[in-house]
């Protein structure tokens, strides 16, 4: 390795992200599933 990275920010991101799709599921469109990724970031 050429330096240390902290992936702490990508990690909380990727969280966010798994924890919105388990609570999308039955949603039957991928829109609003997107629109509600991407209000959990506001």
Known sequence: ???RYH???LE???TKIKSNK???FGF???EFFKI???T???
Do not use: C, D, K
């Open 28 to 30: 039957s469109n991928f």
């Open 22 to 24: 388990r609570r999308a």
């Open 1 to 3: 390795f050429e330096g």
């Open 12 to 14: 909380g991101i990727n």
């Open 7 to 9: 992936t702490s920010l």
């Open 36 to 38: 509600r990724v991407i």
């Open 40 to 42: 959990a970031f506001m």
